[in-house]
T-cell receptor, first 112, second 112 residues
Framework: DGGITQSPKYLFRKEGQNVTLSCEQN?????MYWYRQDPGQGLRLIYY???????QKGDIAEGYSVSREKKESFPLTVTSAQKNPTAFYLC???????????FGPGTRLLVL | SQKIEQNSEALNIQEGKTATLTCNYT??????LQWYRQDPGRGPVFLLL?????KEKRKERLKVTFDTTLKQSLFHITASQPADSATYLCALVRTGFQKLVFGTGTRLLVSP
């Protein structure tokens, strides 16, 4: 099956801890994105990457980091600097030249 | 400032009626606008795309209109069914950019 997978489905973070959310796609898409979704605020862009080994900050990058070492993988690390990490995190990808973004099932991050 | 607005109140309609959802934007000149469906705890799923030079687009029971003078898109679901109950998000791309900007979404509830 082709698609985007995210893991884990639920993630718990302790105070001061860094956690990493996984995003993998086998659609051969060039571009990948990370969004954060809070109730009543819609999706906000954290980071995006249009090619391997390159990524750009989105609108709310502070407290987050990413890497893009492989085309199919775009992990997101929520660092201890992110003071309000509780949210639903969505990964998406699209093929260059096409406009539709394909989303993963999401990871819900909760703080203990 | 740039804004995308969708009605934050849920839209309740009866099965068989037409649902109409609104997306208004300010201070954007979008190249195109997209509509996505999101079910609770899941990632958004692409439904329709309409370009700035198109007035209307249809797909089965779905219809989207795009009025760049009014800066508004309307999303219609005809002969609505309880299975259409979900949150519907509009998203637009600013001309010359690749990033999508999402509205907050409107929840649709179709009762039998």
């Amino acid at each position: 099956d082709g698609g985007i997978t995210q893991s884990p489905k639920y993630l718990f973070r302790k105070e001061g801890q860094n956690v990493t959310l996984s995003c993998e796609q086998n659609l051969n898409h060039d571009a990948m994105y990370w969004y954060r979704q809070d109730p009543g605020q819609g999706l906000r862009l954290i980071y995006y990457s249009q090619i391997v080994n390159d990524f750009q900050k989105g609108d709310i990058a502070e407290g987050y980091s990413v890497s893009r070492e492989k085309k199919e993988s775009f992990p997101l690390t929520v660092t201890s600097a992110q003071k309000n990490p509780t949210a639903f995190y969505l990964c998406a990808s699209h093929l260059t030249g096409q406009e539709t973004q394909y989303f993963g099932p999401g990871t819900r991050l909760l703080v203990l | 400032s740039q804004k995308i607005e969708q009605n934050s109140e849920a839209l309740n309609i009866q099965e068989g009626k037409t649902a109409t959802l609104t997306c208004n934007y300010t201070n954007y000149s979008p190249a195109y606008l997209q509509w996505y469906r999101q079910d609770p705890g899941r990632g958004p799923v692409f439904l329709l795309l309409i370009r700035e030079n198109e007035k209307e687009k249809r797909k089965e029971r779905l219809k989207v209109t795009f009025d760049t003078t009014l800066k508004q898109s309307l999303f219609h679901i005809t002969a609505s069914q309880p299975a259409d109950s979900a949150t519907y998000l509009c998203a637009l791309v600013r001309t010359g950019f690749q990033k999508l900007v999402f509205g907050t979404g409107t929840r649709l509830l179709v009762s039998p």
